[in-house]
């Protein structure tokens, strides 16, 4: 053997000095790029901040069923999920390890590369979507990582945890920085975000610290000039973003490579095993039933949205293959939290899942029928903050910082039909080949009845009837839903320590199925268990229901 190695070496020396005297003067390995494409660079940031904020195998699957918009048999059901789990890890890492040092490399090319002016659109970019991937990090585990990231090369590889307070402020800044730096007569490329537009940056800007303000209305204290924050942006001749300027980022139809949505590209779309259902909760709410929901704010009122939403895989009259818990006409799911003899039975082909305004899927026609991959595009946005949210949250301000009833309702109605137009500009972009009738225009008297509705509620109820709708408008986008339920306490949430009703059981004479609640609602999430096994800077929570973000009130 070693006379192999020593033969191999003597024909490396003979090559290299065979070759041209400047052989070794290369400083640039010719096969790897020297520097960093920056407009690769902001898609690639871009990609993976969407990839971690959606479900499949990241946060928002247990998350969507923390607020009730799912059910799940695994660990997310009665707020379970380990610090071990891959889900909540595989966020962090997206986030700390894909999308944050792309994001600081831009910023750093702008600062010091050469033709560094080239790049400052790009930056601005950078930092908007570094202070929103922070705000997000925030809320959802509190103290993070923050001024010590990526500070490898001077010798910091285990960062120290910030305050969450201090954070939320240095986010701020990097907003208000960005707004200094933007030119808005220059676009840029690899955006996939507004292609671009440098003026929809500009309102996105003013659009995310209101919704900072509008987060942390209740510790005025903890944001430095919380009211000067709040009167420059409400006074600010950019205005927000417009009809068309949602913050999201689309999932395409595209199979090779696979960029279609991740809740799309896996469950019953996909042929695998079904393990998130449509919660019977939302299911409820949206159709005004009271099985369950006994307190509905919307009873009686059928939500316009529920086919585009999900999608029933049981033909009208077809039972499914095997017992069930909650089965309402076509509509099949479990229940949170429940012990009950059916709870593991595979509803694979059966259960009702998401359709194709949250994953590009298919459209309810009412004719059922087990899902493949043939039934939907998976083309379909990742949605931080839509226009309709936006509206809700002016729609949250005017009613507890300004007590204007009627401001509040106006914009109530007003983000209602954003979120029906929504709905169709997603389905008018998925590609899809069924006929979809349009919401927007053709459905006044829904509105009507929500608006009825809130005007004959007293006191509080407005409220909820405000935040339940945002929460339904904010499907699949939960990380919003489980800072809004934190903040708000709405909507109300199922407790399955109440008595669970399936309203078609399989056993008629035993229409009650055992449901239970172990574990409190998760004021913040535990820290990755990797990431505390590596940095000893970052210490583990003692609970979650006690470890509150400094937001939290309740």
Known sequence: MNKIIKSIMALSMVFMLSCEEDFLDINKDPNVPFDANVEQLLTGAQTRLAEANTTGDFISTPLMVYTHQFSARENPDQYGMPASSVLMNNTWMYMYLHTLPNLDAIIAIAEDGEDAEKWTNHAAVAKILKAFMFTQLVDIWGDVPFSETNRNLSGIIQPKVDDDKFIYNECFNLIDD?????????????????????????????????????????????????????????????????????????????????????????GAYAGSQLTDYISPWVYEIMNGLTFNATENPFEGIEDPRVPYFWVNQLEPGQYPDNPHEYKHGQFLSIFFGSIGPYRASGQDKSGTTAGIYPVGGKFDDGAGGALSISDGTGAAPQKYLTYSDYLFVRAELAFKEDNDIEAAGDFLRQAIVASLAHVDNVVANSGTSQEVPVLSGMHDDFIDAIMDRYEDAAGEKKFEIIMTQKWIAAFYNPIQNYADYRRTGYPVLYDPNGISVSPDPFDPEQPIVPTQLTRSFPSSLWYPQREVENNPNIIQKGNQADAKVFWVTQ
């Not at 200094?180 to 659009?207: E, F, H, K, V």
């Open 178 to 266: 960005a707004m200094q730096m933007i030119n808005p007569n220059a676009s840029i490329s690899g955006d996939l975000i507004y292609g671009g537009n440098m003026n929809s940056w500009l309102r996105l800007c003013n659009t995310l610290k209101i919704n900072m303000l509008n987060k942390t209305r209740l510790v005025k204290s903890d944001i430095q000039d919380w009211s000067n924050k709040m009167q420059q942006v409400m006074d600010s001749p950019i205005g927000f973003i417009e009809e068309s300027e949602h913050f999201e980022m689309y999932f395409t139809s595209s199979i090779a490579p696979d960029q279609r949505h991740p809740g799309f590209a896996s």
